[in-house]
């Protein structure tokens, strides 16, 4: 569980979250949702440490993260997948020896125990037959599958998103939902996933937060989203025809 | 000015202080230190023996044309150019020509890693991202340059030889001699000395040039600008600094 408390982030005098707290639970998908430079990207990063907060405090399972310098932060990122935009795949190294990295930095297995993990990994989000190839080589898909397997390598305990079906063709979009949905049952980790993508709110949104102008706006699950007379959550999610159709019919 | 100067040198020692965290594991910094000894060494050969050639011989050629006095002899064409090549040219010059081509090869490539979130992965994963894509470039430099820095002294010296002898400016004999008069074997450390500094120099600059990359393609250009023109004046300054302090 990752408790987020009333946390506020600024750059050069302009403030992009305003004291935003909210919850997400173990084991469900969490969705943030809100339009292009609302702040949902900083929140992500703010949770995950790559922007110091101002102001207040996130807690991965009582342990105040926000608090922490670099090497007390050390085993909670060790817990911690994170599966970016573009993939941010090494481009020096072939599939295999991305998502072996972290076994390389941080276990003590041999060779062939981190081998049969990568392998394990790969066929978990079902690539075969890629080890060798290069991220270059490979497909959008293909990058953020193997993303999602380089951040499962170390069994993470929270699994982070940041917009995972961006650039991805409807039908790929819906796969890695669904990689993403199963895992997160399966591990039984916290997902945070940040996406703009109302498939995947309708796929797999668990717990839904959406940010508006920097602040937290509304928080709900998906029936309760699909029931809201909030105006501008209804203005935002549900602008296009297929989402109004979906409100209409349920 | 001197605000944007003391927040760059401020923001380089803070950067610098990464390198000092212990690493998160020893076996895959050496395995990285061995590919930048091959990155940074054998890239650099080609250019490196192709400028030393060219390097020793316009020296030679130009030494002889401005040494003209019945009372010079013409071995002191060899003396010169031997102290040239190994007190400044080789040293100095060659690490430029590096700063230009292993500095900026670093600025873009840990620049890259940073607009494309490379580095936030590194982070993420709990790896001290400064210190992991820093260092082992740092230190493979400092190994490898000398090397390359005493390889383009011998060139130097024999494409100064060739110079001579096939244009018949300075006969062989006469510029062997002079290469071999009066040598002072303390100028080879001192070109080691610098050698040392500016190879750590060059890597340190571009990489913090690379790491503080904002933006996306048209910034990671503009940082590899950047990391050779520092690099390249603040080689100047310290060879300034090194030659004050050691030589006079």
């Given at each position: 569980m990752i408790e987020v408390k009333n946390i506020s982030k600024g750059f050069k005098g302009k403030?992009?979250?305003?004291?935003v707290s909210c919850l997400f639970e173990k084991g469900k998908t969490n969705l943030i949702i809100g339009a292009s430079g609302s702040g949902k990207t900083v929140l992500m990063k703010c949770v995950v440490g790559l922007f110091e907060v101002d102001k207040g405090a996130v807690y991965f399972d009582g342990r105040n993260f926000s608090e922490m310098n670099f090497k007390e932060r050390k085993p909670i990122r060790q817990e911690i997948g994170m599966v970016f935009q573009g993939g941010a795949?090494?481009?020096?190294?072939s599939v295999e020896k991305n998502v072996m990295f972290p076994l390389n930095m941080f276990t003590t297995q041999t060779y062939k125990e981190k081998l049969d993990r990568v392998n394990f990994c790969l066929q978990r989000v079902n690539l075969v037959n890629v080890n060798k190839l290069f991220p270059s080589e490979i497909s959008g898909g293909m990058k953020k599958r193997v993303a999602i397997a380089r951040a499962i390598a170390m069994n993470p305990q929270y699994l982070f998103c940041d917009e995972?079906?961006?650039?991805?063709?409807p039908q790929t979009s819906i796969v890695i939902d669904n990689l993403i949905k199963e895992l997160t049952e399966e591990y039984n980790m916290t997902t945070i996933i940040n996406t703009h993508d109302m498939n995947s709110v309708i796929e797999m949104g668990d717990h839904i937060v959406f940010i508006y102008k920097g602040k937290k706006f509304w928080e709900g699950s998906y029936e309760e989203l699909r029931d809201t007379d909030n105006k501008e959550v209804n203005d935002f999610v549900f602008a296009t025809k297929i989402m109004k159709a979906v409100k209409a019919n349920g | 000015m001197f605000k944007v100067l003391w927040f760059e040198v401020g923001r380089y020692w803070i950067f610098m202080k990464g390198l000092l965290i212990k690493p998160e594991k020893f076996i895959v910094y050496y395995r990285q230190v061995m590919l930048e000894l091959v990155s940074i060494g054998i890239g650099a050969m080609g250019i490196v023996v192709i400028t030393s050639i060219f390097m020793g011989a316009i020296i030679t050629i130009q030494s002889a044309y401005n040494l003209v006095?019945?009372?010079?002899?013409?071995y002191a064409v060899g003396i010169v150019t031997r102290d040239s090549i190994i007190l400044e040219f080789s040293p100095t010059i060659i690490l430029l020509v590096l700063a230009g081509k292993v500095g900026s090869s670093i600025a873009s490539e840990i620049g890259t890693m940073r607009v494309t979130e490379q580095i936030d992965a590194l982070e993420i994963m709990g790896i001290n991202s400064s210190g992991y894509l820093t260092l082992p470039k740092i230190v493979a430099a400092i190994i490898i340059l000398p090397f390359v820095v005493l390889l383009s002294m011998f060139m130097g010296i024999v494409g100064g030889w060739a110079a001579g002898a096939l244009s018949g400016v300075v006969p062989s004999a006469d510029f062997i001699k002079g290469v071999q008069d009066?040598?002072?074997?303390f100028n080879i450390a001192f070109a080691m000395i610098k050698t040392v500094v500016f190879a750590f120099i060059v890597t340190s600059v571009s990489s913090y040039h690379g790491y503080y990359t904002e933006g996306g393609a048209l910034e990671v250009g503009q940082s590899s600008t950047k990391a050779v023109v520092y690099s390249s004046v603040v080689i100047l300054i310290f060879d300034y600094i090194l030659t004050q302090l050691i030589l006079v």
């Open positions: 403030q992009v979250l305003d004291n795949l090494f481009d020096s190294l995972p079906n961006s650039g991805l063709d | 006095n019945p009372l010079v002899p013409l009066q040598f002072v074997p």
